[in-house]
């Protein structure tokens, strides 16, 4: 029988989160260093393994509804695996969300404000998302195979679109219908020019993250689906790779280009994430294997883009 402790566990833990985010780590708009990044992600990563604990102990007490019949270590599984594929799946984004801030000039001491507001917008889409998912799996027959062919479209797209270099198409549309204007003002979302009032550069880059996040949503809900679907640990797996990921940018920022194969880790990650769902009435797939899969496509995909960069760098 469910119990409403692991819930109000869960929400409270992510709220002390974002508070110490907000009020304690960047209490003022700040240029976050490459150190104090490292540090953040190491923070955030630390509580997503330790909520894992948690995870483990809820199933073990019954306390959790599990339709499913996990046991506590396979429910502990299924919860890293999930968190470890959105985080995977995010490094697309993270490159987005690079291009966002150098589209519309947003000065680096307000990217922590903007991915901030962007953490809490996209914790309220994905769970919208979640439950809409989840509805579909239930009453739905063999939608995992719509899932699963969506994120196989979603893959060859991406592989496309790298392979012609295009990059991020400005929402134009966006800018125009809410008047965003190119002024920052210190860091207002709202200002006055010429005497009318207009939304700043901020407010345009925050709506365009958030338009980006509900389409990236869009891929990384149903890959999850094919590790459980369980809510709780749907839920839980995303909101902490969705906190995670914010720091995680800071980190990379500067690293981008250097892990730049990256996305053919990704691309091989939705392959099987998809077969994996469109298989999944007549073939199981163990999460030892799934785990395995993604950690070695991760792996391969940082390897090779650090010897490119070196063959690169020796050849010059």
Not at 7 to 34: G, M, P, Q, R, Y
Not at 209 to 223: R, W
Not at 284 to 296: A, R, Y
């Amino acid at each position: 029988m469910e119990n409403a402790i692991p819930w109000i566990v869960l929400f409270a833990h992510i709220l002390i989160l974002l508070c110490i985010d907000f009020f304690v780590l960047h209490k003022k708009n700040k240029v976050v260093s490459t150190q104090k990044a490292l540090i953040e992600t190491i923070f955030f990563v630390g509580n997503a393994l330790a909520f894992s604990f948690l995870v483990y102990w809820f199933y073990n007490k019954g306390l959790v509804s599990n339709a499913n019949q996990y046991s506590a270590g396979t429910s502990v599984i299924k919860y890293l695996t999930g968190y470890i594929i959105e985080l995977s799946l995010s490094v697309d984004n993270l490159f987005v969300i690079a291009i966002i801030f150098a589209g519309y000039k947003i000065p680096q001491q307000y990217h922590h404000k903007l991915l901030f507001l962007g953490i809490l917008g996209a914790i309220i889409f994905r769970g919208i998302l979640i439950a809409v998912g989840l509805v579909l799996i239930h009453k739905v027959h063999f939608i995992n195979i719509f899932f699963g062919l969506f994120l196989l479209y979603t893959a060859f797209k991406m592989l496309k679109k790298e392979a012609t270099n295009e990059g991020y198409n400005d929402q134009k549309g966006i800018a125009k219908l809410f008047n965003i204007s190119n002024v920052i003002d210190n860091g207002h979302f709202r200002t006055t020019v010429n005497g009318k009032k207009v939304f700043t550069a901020l407010f345009g880059a925050l709506i365009t993250i958030e338009f980006t996040d509900l389409l990236f949503a869009l891929d990384s809900i149903p890959a999850i689906f094919a590790v459980t679907t369980d809510p709780f640990i749907i839920l839980s797996s995303n909101v902490f790779a969705i906190m995670g990921l914010r720091s995680l940018y800071f980190f990379l920022a500067n690293m981008l280009e250097r892990f730049k194969y990256l996305k053919y880790s990704v691309f091989s990650i939705l392959i099987f994430v998809s077969l994996k769902l469109i298989t999944a009435n007549w073939l199981e797939i163990p999460e030892w294997f799934s785990l395995m899969f993604i950690g070695v496509s991760l792996a391969i995909g940082v390897w090779i883009s650090i010897l490119r960069r070196n063959v690169a760098e020796v050849s010059e």
